[in-house]
């Protein structure tokens, strides 16, 4: 029997963002997977045993046991599937998967060096005991390179998948526009750059609608801007939604936005795309891996750059039938495929 050990530890953080996604949706699609005397191990906070049905085992996480954890020989395989994780077997026997998802903290906090410095520390001892390196886009694993140093451990991209729950007959969402309207969804921080998309309702009578966690500081720097264009009453900040309103925003929506300046992956858009949305996104990081040619890109915001690049995509999609190339898109990034590829990961090494 072989033992592969998944790190899920993060589940016991924010239910909203891409991390705890990624292990939800891995966790998930990996006991969809054929296994041929095989067990997967999950390791838990003690509020997700059973999170996963029967399948998998659960594995007790502890903050302890960043310093010792006896018995982790038994594991075949340990996937780190975090890029600061704290937590691997400590043994040589076992082997170790690695998924990097981004350094995105380098350009979030440009000036705690002392912070940025200890977290590159850690990337690279898990970096050092790792046997298998995966990047979640190659954007992620380039820029990841240039911090890190992966000697001769082999490196392997594996795209993340995206999953969309449908409510056809729902129609109560927390807000809903009194005009077409433009949606976006994420945290509302700095680097996903929601602050220049106000600027795109001069001239029209579009709604913008921004859901996602908004008790940053920076939310005032949107509205701020907002005001600035005199179009405050049309930008709704309406904070984080459940699947259901989710599926209402991206189903009802115009056109979805995502100017982000620091993406691993990016799940919004091709959660957008799913029911052949136009998106726009910014030309920087991992988006263009993401969208592909069935995007419009920003590769200058300034306001009137902006406007350009929206109008003329906007003019295209309506004139020239887009739907399905961009449907087909979306159909790309497939989470059983992801859970494959890592699974012939795991099997490879041992």
């Known amino acids: 029997m072989k033992n592969y050990l998944v790190d899920l530890h993060r589940l016991r953080h924010n239910p909203y963002n891409g991390l705890y996604t990624f292990s939800c949706r891995l966790a998930e699609h990996l006991l969809h997977q054929p296994l041929h005397d095989e ?13 996963f049905g029967s399948k998998p085992y659960s594995v007790l996480h502890k903050r302890s046991h960043k310093f010792f954890h006896a018995g982790t020989s038994k594991f075949d395989v340990w996937h780190l599937t975090t890029g ?3 937590y691997r077997p400590y043994n040589r026997k076992t082997k170790v998967v690695y998924t990097i998802h981004d350094v995105n903290f380098l350009a979030e906090e440009l000036d705690n060096t002392k912070r940025n410095t200890r977290t590159l520390k850690l990337m690279q001892h898990n970096a050092n005991r790792a046997d298998h390196i995966v990047g979640i886009s190659r954007f992620a694993l380039d820029l990841a390179g240039q911090h890190l140093d992966f000697g001769s451990t082999p490196i392997s991209v594996i795209h993340n998948g995206y999953t969309l729950s449908e409510f056809p007959g729902f129609d109560a969402p927390v807000y809903k526009p009194a005009a077409p309207f433009l949606f976006s969804i994420s945290l509302v921080q700095p680097r996903k750059n929601f602050h220049v998309l106000p600027a795109l309702l001069e001239g029209n009578n579009y709604e913008l609608v921004i859901a996602g966690l908004n008790h940053f500081d920076y939310a005032k ?3 701020e801007e907002a005001r600035r264009w005199q179009v405050e009453d049309r930008v709704k900040l309406i904070g984080a939604i459940d699947e259901k309103n989710k599926y209402w925003y991206y189903r009802h929506c115009e056109a979805f936005m995502f100017p982000s300046v620091a993406e691993g992956f990016g799940f919004p858009p091709l959660e957008a795309m799913h029911f052949g949305k136009p998106v726009f996104l910014s030309d920087r990081t991992s988006l263009p891996e993401v969208g592909g040619d069935a995007a419009y890109y920003f590769s200058d915001f300034d306001p009137r750059a902006m406007r350009s690049v929206f109008e003329k995509g906007m003019n295209d999609f309506k004139n020239h039938n887009r739907i399905p190339a961009i449907k087909r898109q979306a159909s790309l990034f497939n989470w059983n495929k992801t859970a494959g590829e890592y699974l012939d990961i795991y099997r490879k090494l041992i």
């Open 39 to 51: 067990q997967f191990w999950y390791y838990l906070p003690k509020d997700k045993f059973g999170f």
């Open 221 to 223: 720097k949107v509205m």
């Open 84 to 86: 600061i994780s704290q």
